[in-house]
């Protein structure tokens, strides 16, 4: 496929503009339909990025048949049931993590997935960014092993908002969203399944519905183990930290920044083309579908971290 591939993006939030903001720099990429849940926001937003078809209803895009590939930046809930869409639409897709809340659902994705023989992947940042893939590339290369890793997911977020401090229409989920991508990735790196997982949470918040503190241990079959906690009720710095501890040393990775045990910057802007993990992660998504290669953060290759997931909800049930 040399012609520019032409791209419809569901979810004109948060995470919608940042994936907006990484094809910019993608050559040969054009976004040509943006889908929200409120016209007069979304086209303020395809005003801004010159996007010529605005619409509420993801059908009115997958009916385009210049459309070649969408990008589904939409509520959790609807991951799945959206994903399906595309791929029996006969586009390729990728979806934000995660690709489903019910295990089942995944797994039907898979087979569509399989008969058609399109191009889906899921949102698993972790892999992409280059802090992450420095640690990947000194294992690959027999430098360095996991004994275990220790991670915080930490965030404020006792109303329902989003990133951008907005309200947001559905509710987040620490399991299914935000384990995810420490799940994924400690089975990605280790190159070794996870064999033991363990749960336990904290209360049922009054109106949210959901459990405002977890903690989650792994073993993968290799032995390498991990530990991580999870939170909303973190009042203070934000987001995910990791701890590699290894049997030649310790990396601390800080979203795309990453340290040595001792807080010695180790420099990590040669790794890839890109500092920006969702933009690498769009940049595999287009190179799969022009190569037509199965790609990083394929529904296979992430299906069994939400097999992981499934076990831990029955656990904490």
Aim: hydrophobic share 40%; with cysteine; net charge negative.
């Amino acid at each position: 496929m040399n012609k520019p591939i032409k791209v419809a993006l569901a979810g004109a939030g948060a995470f919608g503009i940042k994936h907006l903001d990484g094809i910019k720099n993608i050559e040969g990429v054009e976004v040509v339909s943006l889908i929200g849940r409120e016209l007069a926001k979304t086209k303020e937003v395809a005003d801004k990025y010159g996007i010529g078809h605005v619409t509420t209803d993801l059908n009115e895009s997958l009916a385009l048949k210049e459309v070649d590939a969408v990008i589904l930046c939409t509520p959790t809930q609807m991951h799945a049931s959206q994903t399906l869409a595309c791929l029996k639409a006969g586009k390729h897709v990728q979806v934000e993590i995660p690709l489903c809340d019910v295990y089942k659902d995944g797994q039907e994705v898979l087979r569509v997935q399989q008969e058609t023989g399109l191009v889906a992947m899921v949102g698993h940042t972790r892999r992409f960014n280059p802090s992450h893939q420095w640690v990947n590339h000194k294992i690959k290369a027999g430098e360095f092993n996991i004994q275990q890793m220790d991670v915080q997911t930490y965030f404020f977020r006792r109303t329902n908002m989003n990133a951008l401090g907005q309200a947001r229409s559905w509710t987040d989920h620490l399991l299914w969203h935000h384990a995810a991508h420490t799940v994924d990735l400690f089975a990605y790196q280790c190159g070794s399944p996870i064999v033991k997982a363990n749960a336990v949470q904290g209360p049922i918040h009054p109106t949210l519905g959901i459990a405002m503190d977890m903690s989650i241990q792994l073993k993968a079959a290799n032995g390498a183990i991990c530990t991580l906690s999870l939170s909303f009720n973190n009042d203070g710095p934000l987001g995910t930290y990791f701890r590699y501890i290894g049997d030649t040393g310790t990396y601390l990775a800080r979203y795309d920044d990453l340290f040595t045990g001792k807080e010695e910057k180790i420099d990590v802007s040669q790794v890839a083309v890109s500092m920006n993990g969702i933009e690498l992660q769009d940049r595999e998504f287009f190179a799969a579908i022009r190569e037509g290669r199965e790609p990083n953060s394929s529904i296979a290759q992430v299906l069994p971290c939400y097999q992981v997931l499934h076990d831990l909800e029955q656990q904490l049930a």
